[in-house]
């Protein structure tokens, strides 16, 4: 059986790939093409996205298939608690595994806008840890869950949320992949506590280059996560030049990345955008 943890014993640099389901023929033929660009650098895998509220649970699951079928990249399938009970989770995890998909990147899902409780599915669950033990219980994937270095936005309490990612990682999951963050020291600060309490998987970073300001401005609202006065200021100072803030975004991410790698960590999970070559660039430089 394939297993998250089995990727980070490997003596060389470790990375992985997020990309997300386009919904036309002609996006997924491009993902194709930007998967086998980056192919060649070996990623230990590529992890597909769950559409926000479960909107592309069909495109998800066709296109971990395929990757898995036609990349030779071990694919892991995003799954959320959104709208699905027990019967109709069992039913789909069982065809990504009986397609040969076993890694899964176990999560709750996004409040729909205005919503301030998440609303459980009958039959369903409520939390990650929850569908991290009945996946379990489903077939014996290995799982990824989702860790939050800047704290997750709900939690009452950074000390909370620790917690509550201990409940995923006992419940079952193999590694912990992060949020995006901008500032090293919150993931160092991250782990550090995460081992004090005895979470002891390994807790992958998970970075975005920039490629552009109004998306990054975003995401990291949505997020929670801090952009840096310094970088935000010189990407707004360029808010007008899409390739200075594609060079500004790519510097700052291979400095990152250069610097936690420097630190040890175990890999680094890139959120791609369906876009490689910027992670192509940093891990050749990485690996040189
Ligand atoms: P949980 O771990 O369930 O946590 C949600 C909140 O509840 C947290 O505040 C936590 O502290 C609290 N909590 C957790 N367990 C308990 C408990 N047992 N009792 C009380 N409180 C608890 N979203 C998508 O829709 N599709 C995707 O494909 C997707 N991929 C992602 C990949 C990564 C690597 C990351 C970091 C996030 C991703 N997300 C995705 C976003 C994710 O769904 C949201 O961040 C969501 O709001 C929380 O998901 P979670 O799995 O961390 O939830």
Redesign the pocket.
């Known amino acids: 059986m394939i297993s998250f943890s089995d990727f980070y014993k490997a003596d060389e640099f470790v990375f992985s790939v997020?990309i997300?389901p386009p919904k036309t023929p002609e996006g997924i033929a491009k993902v194709f093409d930007e998967l086998q660009q980056i192919r060649e650098l070996k990623p230990a895998f590529v992890?597909?996205?769950?559409?926000?509220?479960?909107n592309t649970r069909e495109l998800?699951e066709d296109l971990a298939i395929a990757i898995h079928k036609k990349m030779d990249i071990p694919t892991a399938f995003?799954?959320?608690?959104?709208g699905a009970g027990r019967e109709e989770i069992k039913k789909y995890v069982q065809h990504l595994a009986a397609e040969g998909v076993q890694l899964v990147?176990?999560?709750?899902?996004?409040?729909p806008k205005g919503q301030n409780a998440?609303d459980t599915p009958a039959d369903g669950f409520?939390?990650?840890?929850?569908?991290v033990e009945y996946l379990k219980s489903v077939h014996p994937f290995s799982m990824?869950?989702?860790?939050?270095p800047e704290?997750?936005?709900?939690?009452?309490s950074f000390a909370?949320?620790?917690?509550?990612?201990k409940?995923?990682v006992e419940a079952g999951a193999d590694i912990v992949?992060?949020?995006?963050f901008y500032n090293n020291d919150c993931y160092y600060d991250f782990v550090e506590r995460a081992r004090k309490i005895g979470i002891t998987v390994p807790i992958i970073p998970?970075i975005l280059p920039i490629v552009n300001l109004k998306q990054v401005e975003k995401i990291t609202t949505l997020?929670g996560a801090t952009l840096p006065k310094d970088l935000h200021q010189n990407l707004i100072n360029n808010e007008n030049d899409s390739d200075a803030i594609k060079k500004i975004g790519e510097e700052f991410a291979l400095e990152q990345c250069l610097d936690l790698v420097k630190h040890g960590v175990p890999g680094i999970?890139f959120?791609s955008m369906n876009k490689t070559d910027t992670i192509k660039r940093i891990v050749t430089e990485i690996k040189n």
């Open positions: 997020e997300f992890s597909v996205t769950y559409g926000a509220m479960g998800t995003h799954f959320t608690c959104v990147v176990a999560l709750r899902g996004d409040l998440f409520c939390y990650a840890n929850e569908l990824a869950v989702a860790g939050y704290k997750h936005i709900e939690a009452e909370d949320d620790l917690l509550n990612l409940r995923k992949l992060t949020q995006l998970g997020c999970h959120y």
